[in-house]
């Protein structure tokens, strides 16, 4: 795993907690409680991150931009996007072009609550809008609804790294959303040129359609059903992240 820092001096460093979370959910460590949904696979963290007051970390709208960019500079194919703010006209234009140039973009829904406004980059058109459900199939009662919202997945109560050490569960949908990103990974493995509706095509063939028929605000198309993913690709290796 490679980290790479925007921000410069100690006082400005984002918190480690949601960002070691996340990336040890999609990686994971072999010799931890936590191996990781695909384990093994090369991973880019880029924290665009600054803390800001004793617990927040924020993100300008530049540091994501820069962030974006040097993705798509170095040819990842698939982005982890567990964040969430306003819409802003220079994001959106960044993000039409990362996914113009190949780019997967997979987001958390938010959990601002289920009436809340859309919250981007999740709510863009060329975004993969990832919302979060419990063991039993129920929406996360903060999940913000719309019809944005592409594909859930588990999100509630899932046990993942604390921080630097250790595991605990975590709630929200900037933990789903890694459930959606390695899917992805994984699907675009053997056609890494597939386009965005292609791949909206395959991926909701590993869904299940747990709300009103057809695409929902609340579930979107529906829950992905990992096994049944994995049971069709096993003999094919993830993509890099």
């Known amino acids: 795993m490679e980290v790479i820092r925007l921000s410069e001096g100690e006082a400005t460093k984002s918190g480690a907690q949601h ?3 996340v990336a040890a959910l999609l990686i994971g460590a072999s010799d931890s409680r936590v191996p990781g949904l695909l384990p093994g696979a090369e991973l880019i963290a880029v924290d665009a991150f600054q803390r800001s007051g004793k617990s927040a970390d924020i993100a300008n709208i530049y540091d994501l931009v820069r962030a974006l960019d040097m993705l798509v500079q170095r040819d990842v194919k698939v982005v982890n996007l567990s964040l969430t703010g306003p819409a802003n006209a220079v994001l959106e234009k960044s993000v039409k072009a990362a996914t113009e140039s190949g780019m997967i973009l997979v987001a958390a829904a938010g959990n601002d609550g289920p009436n809340a406004k859309p919250v981007y980059p999740a709510a863009y058109d060329e975004v993969i809008a990832v919302t979060a459900v419990d063991k039993g199939r129920n929406p ?3 999940a913000v609804r719309g019809d944005y919202i592409d594909i859930a997945a588990p999100g509630v109560g899932v046990w993942t790294a604390a921080s630097i050490s250790g595991a605990r569960q975590k709630t929200g949908t900037s933990f789903a959303a890694p459930f959606i990103t390695a899917a992805v990974s994984v699907l675009i493995a053997g056609d890494p040129d597939m386009s965005h509706e ?3 095509a395959k991926i909701r063939q ?3 359609d747990i709300g009103k028929p057809g695409k929902d ?3 979107g198309w529906g829950l992905l059903n990992a096994s ?3 049971e069709s690709i096993s003999d094919t290796k993830p993509s890099a992240l």
């Open 19 to 21: 960002g070691t979370a």
């Open 140 to 142: 996360y009662r903060r």
């Open 198 to 200: 292609s791949l909206e």
């Open 228 to 230: 049944r993913l994995c």
């Open 206 to 208: 590993f869904t299940d």
């Open 217 to 219: 605000p609340v579930f």
